[in-house]
């Protein structure tokens, strides 16, 4: 039970129970404590303005004294008035003459016995309020004097005291009565507090519980899932609103893990078959060793060049690389299809496509970074070769045309073709026109996307459209920014 509750408060919604309780409660222990000390400041107030009135009432009874002596004693006429005055209050009434013997008591203080209490103020000029010797707090005195005239030798008027002494017991009965209730009325306060801070916590916390619902059913695979937008609450909706934008942040990452995976996947599988295919060559049967050197000098080629895809894909991947920051150089095209052409011979002669090299000269260098450009044109060969028929051709040529917009690099191959409707997709990431066509050529619908990046990492244009009577032909264009002076 102990553990349960622990935990219950150590939860948001039990901190919000146990605040908005102990707020409650201090409130109404505040609140309680206000209500007793204004009752009880009012009814002493009420009871001592009673003592004076009272005190007043009788003064005005004894004008009918018109001398008074120090041994002298109360007309009966008076004495009778007192008595009347006094029968019915609840106040204990005493009249002292100026040497303080009784002049006259009230029957309920002839009854208490405090008669004997009753000492000389000290001073008798105003009325004061003094404690009864001998008696608890509950008992208050209040010393009125009075004046009139006395007929003695000096003719001075002589003072003497009406004393008034009130029980407060009944008061503070009552404040304990009214303590009780009030302690009574915060007991039920706090349980209904509890109750309703309960509901208004859950109902409040009601969002945070979806939003977490949803959270934990967020996995790897399901990262396009979404938190609903809380429009009635703005903490909660700012909170959706962050948690989304971590997601998106997120399933960008988790995008570009799959995506390196796949394009390095793609990429490497090119350069792999190439030194699988030499090194199948080089093992068919004995060979001299320029023919072992020169396969190992292939197969190293390949396998640098694997080196350099990888450190481009990881830099794409990463979007660490702009157009301004690819480091460029001046590339011979001519001497990258030779080496490309030398390349992909072996993947060709499988189908008996050939590859016919058509660059004409002269061909001007472009500056541009070289082993995205190998990439770029090994995809769009890999492609042509692929997707050819068996004794086909996939023919390079340029158009060198300075005033029409710079260089452009053809590829063209008697393939199916590329309907028109599809040619604006065939970029996309995955899309395949016809499964049927990439399970027959082992395709995964990458590398017409990488290549698209390269082209706009590049700063470059791709033109697709048919080659007659059948096939599809690739322009890659350099615009003459790109283009240097001279010729290759």
């Given at each position: 039970?102990?553990?349960?509750?622990?935990?219950?408060?150590?939860?948001?919604?039990?901190?919000?129970?146990?605040?908005?309780?102990?707020?409650?409660?201090?409130?109404?222990?505040?609140?309680?404590?206000?209500?007793?000390?204004?009752?009880?400041?009012?009814?002493?107030?009420?009871?001592?303005?009673?003592?004076?009135?009272?005190?007043?009432?009788?003064?005005?009874?004894?004008?009918?004294?018109?001398?008074?002596?120090?041994?002298?004693?109360?007309?009966?006429?008076?004495?009778?008035?007192?008595?009347?005055?006094?029968?019915?209050?609840?106040?204990?009434?005493?009249?002292?003459?100026?040497?303080?013997?009784?002049?006259?008591?009230?029957?309920?203080?002839?009854?208490?016995?405090?008669?004997?209490?009753?000492?000389k103020p000290q001073s008798g000029d105003l009325p004061m309020f003094v404690p009864v010797p001998g008696m608890n707090r509950n008992f208050k005195s209040l010393y009125y004097p009075f004046t009139f005239p006395a007929l003695d030798q000096e003719s001075h008027r002589l003072t003497g005291w009406i004393v008034t002494i009130a029980d407060?017991?009944?008061?503070?009965?009552?404040?304990?009565?009214?303590?009780?209730?009030?302690?009574?009325?915060?007991?039920?306060?706090?349980?209904?507090?509890?109750?309703?801070?309960?509901?208004?916590?859950?109902?409040?916390?009601?969002?945070?519980?979806?939003?977490?619902?949803?959270?934990?059913?967020?996995?790897?695979?399901?990262?396009?899932?979404?938190?609903?937008?809380?429009?009635?609450?703005?903490?909660?909706?700012?909170?959706?609103?962050?948690?989304?934008?971590?997601?998106?942040?997120?399933?960008?990452?988790?995008?570009?893990?799959?995506?390196?995976?796949?394009?390095?996947?793609?990429?490497?599988?090119?350069?792999?078959?190439?030194?699988?295919?030499?090194?199948?060559?080089?093992?068919?049967?004995?060979?001299?060793?320029?023919?072992?050197?020169?396969?190992?000098?292939?197969?190293?080629?390949?396998?640098?060049?694997?080196?350099?895809?990888?450190?481009?894909?990881?830099?794409?991947?990463?979007?660490?690389?702009?157009?301004?920051?690819?480091?460029?150089?001046?590339?011979?095209?001519?001497?990258?299809?030779?080496?490309?052409?030398?390349?992909?011979?072996?993947?060709?002669?499988?189908?008996?496509?050939?590859?016919?090299?058509?660059?004409?000269?002269?061909?001007?260098?472009?500056?541009?970074?070289?082993?995205?450009?190998?990439?770029?044109?090994?995809?769009?060969?890999?492609?042509?070769?692929?997707?050819?028929?068996?004794?086909?051709?996939?023919?390079?040529?340029?158009?060198?045309?300075?005033?029409?917009?710079?260089?452009?690099?053809?590829?063209?191959?008697?393939?199916?073709?590329?309907?028109?409707?599809?040619?604006?997709?065939?970029?996309?990431?995955?899309?395949?026109?016809?499964?049927?066509?990439?399970?027959?050529?082992?395709?995964?619908?990458?590398?017409?996307?990488?290549?698209?990046?390269?082209?706009?990492?590049?700063?470059?244009?791709?033109?697709?459209?048919?080659?007659?009577?059948?096939?599809?032909?690739?322009?890659?264009?350099?615009?003459?920014?790109?283009?240097?002076?001279?010729?290759?």
């Open positions: 039970m102990s553990g349960r509750l622990a935990g219950f408060l150590s939860s948001l919604k039990g901190k919000i129970t146990l605040w908005f309780v102990v707020s409650i409660a201090a409130l109404m222990i505040i609140f309680s404590g206000m209500i007793l000390f204004s009752v009880r400041l009012w009814m002493i107030q009420a009871r001592d303005t009673d003592m004076i009135q009272l005190s007043t009432h009788m003064i005005t009874r004894l004008q009918n004294q018109t001398t008074l002596t120090p041994t002298s004693t109360l007309y009966p006429s008076v004495l009778t008035s007192l008595e009347a005055e006094t029968i019915e209050s609840k106040f204990l009434v005493w009249v002292l003459a100026p040497d303080t013997s009784i002049l006259f008591e009230s029957e309920p203080a002839r009854l208490s016995g405090l008669g004997s209490r009753i000492r407060n017991r009944d008061v503070t009965e009552f404040i304990n009565n009214l303590t009780r209730v009030l302690i009574g009325m915060i007991i039920i306060g706090v349980i209904i507090a509890l109750a309703f801070s309960i509901i208004i916590a859950d109902l409040s916390l009601r969002p945070l519980t979806d939003i977490i619902r949803t959270a934990q059913s967020i996995t790897i695979s399901h990262l396009d899932t979404r938190i609903p937008d809380y429009r009635d609450d703005e903490e909660v909706r700012m909170l959706a609103q962050t948690l989304n934008h971590l997601l998106e942040r997120l399933q960008g990452s988790f995008d570009q893990i799959r995506q390196f995976t796949a394009d390095a996947s793609h990429e490497l599988l090119t350069p792999l078959t190439i030194i699988k295919g030499e090194l199948e060559l080089a093992l068919s049967r004995d060979r001299d060793s320029v023919y072992y050197k020169t396969s190992l000098t292939n197969a190293l080629t390949q396998t640098n060049q694997l080196i350099h895809v990888t450190q481009t894909l990881l830099k794409i991947s990463r979007d660490e690389i702009s157009e301004e920051q690819v480091e460029k150089e001046a590339v011979d095209l001519k001497i990258i299809f030779s080496v490309l052409v030398g390349q992909l011979n072996y993947l060709a002669a499988q189908k008996s496509i050939q590859i016919s090299n058509q660059l004409s000269d002269p061909l001007p260098l472009v500056l541009t970074n070289e082993n995205l450009i190998h990439t770029l044109f090994i995809n769009l060969l890999d492609n042509a070769v692929k997707y050819s028929p068996a004794g086909s051709t996939v023919c390079i040529r340029n158009v060198y045309k300075p005033a029409f917009g710079g260089l452009s690099i053809e590829i063209a191959d008697e393939g199916p073709g590329i309907p028109v409707i599809e040619r604006n997709n065939i970029f996309r990431r995955f899309y395949r026109i016809e499964k049927s066509r990439s399970k027959d050529t082992g395709g995964s619908g990458l590398g017409l996307s990488l290549v698209s990046k390269i082209i706009q990492l590049l700063g470059l244009t791709v033109d697709i459209r048919s080659n007659r009577p059948k096939g599809t032909i690739f322009t890659v264009t350099f615009p003459d920014s790109h283009l240097i002076q001279g010729q290759s």
